[in-house]
């Protein structure tokens, strides 16, 4: 894990849900924050893990309708985006806020998006627009 958030050390197992999936689907397809375009739920995890065949890349396209509760470097609820399969791959950004991140791509055939929440004050989240494309 990139940070703690120490608002949530000791409850971290009360209330706590997971979501999320891997998806391989090479015709492209979409998913969301949960609720989307409703508000998301507090103590939220999805974790989603997008694998293109070889030497695909990965196009990430967020919808204009976007919120997710600002916080100085979207240490509260944030959406984070890596440019590979794990959790330590290198960060492409971290999201939050009411501006959408728009389009985002791999570098290689993984990309690796943690959605979350913490205990108060939510959003109505996210939805994003994946596809694979040729690569180099
Ligand atoms: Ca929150």
């Known amino acids: 894990m990139a940070s703690v958030d120490l608002r949530n050390v000791g409850k971290i197992s009360q209330n706590s849900q997971h979501c999320g999936t891997w998806i391989k689907n090479i015709e492209g397809g979409h998913f969301s924050s949960p609720n989307y375009p409703k508000t998301y739920p507090p103590n939220k995890e999805c974790l989603y893990i997008l694998e293109a065949l070889p030497r695909q890349r990965i196009e990430l396209l967020f919808e204009d309708t976007f919120y997710i509760e600002l916080s100085f470097e979207c240490r509260f609820d944030h959406i984070e985006v890596r440019d590979g399969p794990f959790s330590f791959s290198p960060l492409i950004n971290r999201f939050c806020g009411s501006s959408s991140p728009g389009l ?15 205990e108060e004050l939510e959003g109505l989240g996210f939805s994003v627009k994946y596809t694979f494309t040729p690569g180099i």
Do not use: Q, Y
Not at 104 to 118: C, E, H, T
């Open 104 to 118: 985002v791509l791999s570098s290689g055939r993984f990309i690796w998006i943690r959605f979350s929440s913490d």
